[in-house]
T-cell receptor
Framework: GQQLNQSPQSMFIQEGEDVSMNCTSSSIFNTWLWYKQDPGEGPVLLIALYKAGELTSNGRLTAQFGITRKDSFLNISASIPSDVGIYFCAGHIPQGGSEKLVFGKGTKLTVNP | NAGVTQTPKFQVLKTGQSMTLQCAQDMNHNSMYWYRQDPGMGLRLIYYSASEGTTDKGEVPNGYNVSRLNKREFSLRLESAAPSQTSVYFC???WGQGGGYTFGSGTRLTVV
């Protein structure tokens, strides 16, 4: 099946540092989504990207939809302890008359106070 | 605002037992999905329902069945549970194509 390569798998950073993570694919995506999952909870949508080249911010988070439509990145500026969690990228690919959402394997973020 | 509600939150089954995981959404969404999450594997689609009355297989459908009972409810059934089905199961929904999914808080299932 379709795969998203998400990196890094894990990050250990100090509070206040900036964070960057990315996803790449061999397939073209119509949409890129970034989710955060807190322990014991379901993923929560952070940012949705709909057009190639689109750059969108949500507070300290910034994400971009790559020009080739095969990649996306998420940056977190000035990290804080509550940024801890697993971040997933996801993308919609056309499948027949509908779409299929494919997830990356996640980036586990640890923030040391 | 309830969003997507899953029951139960935790369950332990013996191999061979059956059970149904329940999911309901109150957002009038058309599409509903069942995913499983395993360590290092991310989220994998089991089954989905693009609209009321339709269901389709996802990436890992073997050992599962689903029912889209009405627009609100989408259940996942394990007829004969196996240890390989130990996982965290998430239900999700969305209104239409292209939008983000709203996830429930998950059902943690252990099969012994």
């Amino acid at each position: 099946g379709q795969q998203l390569n998400q990196s890094p798998q894990s990050m250990f950073i100090q509070e206040g540092e900036d964070v960057s993570m990315n996803c790449t694919s061999s397939s073209i995506f119509n949409t890129w989504l970034w989710y955060k999952q807190d322990p014991g909870e379901g993923p929560v949508l952070l940012i949705a990207l709909y057009k190639a080249g689109e750059l969108t911010s949500n507070g300290r988070l910034t994400a971009q939809f790559g020009i080739t439509r095969k990649d996306s990145f998420l940056n977190i500026s000035a990290s804080i302890p509550s940024d801890v969690g697993i971040y997933f990228c996801a993308g919609h690919i056309p499948q027949g008359g509908s779409e299929k959402l494919v997830f990356g394997k996640g980036t586990k973020l640890t923030v040391n106070p | 605002n309830a969003g997507v509600t899953q029951t139960p939150k935790f369950q332990v089954l013996k191999t061979g037992q059956s059970m149904t995981l329940q999911c309901a959404q109150d957002m009038n969404h058309n599409s509903m999905y069942w995913y499983r999450q395993d360590p290092g594997m991310g989220l994998r689609l089991i089954y989905y329902s693009a609209s009321e009355g339709t269901t389709d297989k996802g990436e890992v459908p073997n050992g599962y069945n689903v029912s889209r009972l009405n627009k609100r409810e989408f259940s996942l059934r394990l007829e004969s549970a196996a240890p390989s089905q130990t996982s965290v199961y998430f239900c999700a929904s969305r209104w239409g194509q292209g939008g983000g999914y709203t996830f429930g808080s998950g059902t943690r299932l252990t099969v012994v």
